[in-house]
Nanobody, 112 residues
């Protein structure tokens, strides 16, 4: 059974930094595209950043230059480094494997 477990969320002040982690088990991690998405109540879940098995990345315009996605295939883990966070970054963040499988989500709250 494939499992994705996020960690690292919490409360941070505007302008601060946070690093999210997602540990994957039960599958061949290194071959899959991994993504971070976020959702706020009443809105659709949106892509924040993604990284392919080969390491190519793409980002939502709203986070370009501030967030960095990376992966450690030895640890079956994908990261989202969030720098210079804004109150608009407040959301539940979800890890995603291959567009198919989701983590449970983790809250990130940015105070102004």
């Amino acid at each position: 059974q494939v499992q994705l477990v996020e960690s690292g969320g919490g409360l941070v002040h505007a302008g601060g930094s946070l690093r999210l982690s997602c540990v994957v088990s039960g599958t061949t991690f290194h071959i899959y595209r991994m993504g971070w998405y976020r959702q706020i109540p009443g809105k659709e879940r949106e892509l924040v950043a993604a990284i392919t098995g080969a390491g190519s990345t793409n980002y939502a315009d709203a986070v370009k230059g501030r967030f960095t996605i990376s992966r450690d295939n030895e640890k079956n883990t994908v990261y989202l480094q969030m720098n210079n966070v804004h109150p608009d970054d407040t959301a539940v963040y979800y890890c995603n494997l291959d567009w198919r499988i989701w983590g449970q989500g983790i809250q990130v709250t940015v105070s102004s």
